[in-house]
């Protein structure tokens, strides 16, 4: 089956840092991804759409200057958070599909637990 | 944007025991999905169900995609079983996946 790996699966940063998170489609390739984030008790919300080889489209109130999301390959998405502050503090997840989710569904990495201090 | 509702929130079982999971949604989908959230976040896909029924072991899924709403059965509970279980649509006109609130199923031994 469809398997999505995601890296690091925890990190601890310093307020004003960048972390970068990787979402790898491993057994297929996707044009599309997606990134979720979880706050604690929470349900997931949808932050961005990544497309390969354009830009991302973002949810209204997700700022594209702080999560910068590259998807350079069909297999590759990548999300940075810029200058970290503890209220960036969640649970990260991304999703791909092989056929936008028309066949089979979305798949979901493990997630990144990402605290800022 | 569609509506995805979830019930009930909250539901605490004795080992052994069956239970019922809702999920509405407000419009016409083309996929609908029932995870499971692990304690360490992972989300594992118990159904992809758009329409039809399915089953896996102890669980089993029923959507009726006229009356837009589907149905997660737990049969014979056990503590395994705890955690969030979600729901997740996708309509024709677009490729997010929305989820619903979720049921936080505890199963006590």
């Known amino acids: 089956g469809a398997v999505v790996s995601q890296h690091p699966s925890w990190v601890i940063c310093k307020s004003g840092t960048s972390v970068k998170i990787e979402c790898r489609s491993l057994d297929f390739q996707a044009t599309t991804m997606f990134w979720y984030r979880q706050f604690p008790k929470q349900s997931l919300m949808l932050m961005a759409t990544s497309n390969e080889g354009s830009k991302a489209t973002y949810e209204q109130g997700v700022e594209k200057d702080k999560f910068l999301i590259n998807h350079a390959s069909l297999t590759l998405s990548t999300l940075t958070v810029t200058s970290a502050h503890p209220e960036d503090s969640s649970f990260y997840i991304c999703?791909?599909?092989?056929?936008?989710?028309?066949?089979?569904?979305?798949?979901f990495g493990s997630g990144t637990r990402l605290t800022v201090v | 944007g569609i509506q995805v509702e979830q019930s009930p929130p909250d539901l605490i079982l004795q080992e052994g025991a069956n239970s019922t999971l809702r999920c509405n949604f407000s419009d016409s989908v083309n996929n609908l999905q029932w995870f499971h959230q692990n304690p360490w976040g992972q989300l594992i896909n118990l159904f992809y169900i758009p329409s039809g029924t399915k089953q896996n072991g102890r669980l089993s899924a029923t959507t009726v995609a006229t009356e837009r709403y589907s149905l997660l059965y737990i049969s014979s509970s056990q503590t395994t079983d705890s955690g969030v279980y979600f729901c997740a649509v996708q309509t024709i006109n677009d490729y997010k996946l929305s989820f619903g609130a979720g049921t936080t199923v505890t199963v006590r031994a």
């Open positions: 999703s791909a599909s092989q056929l936008g989710g028309a066949l089979g569904g979305y798949t």
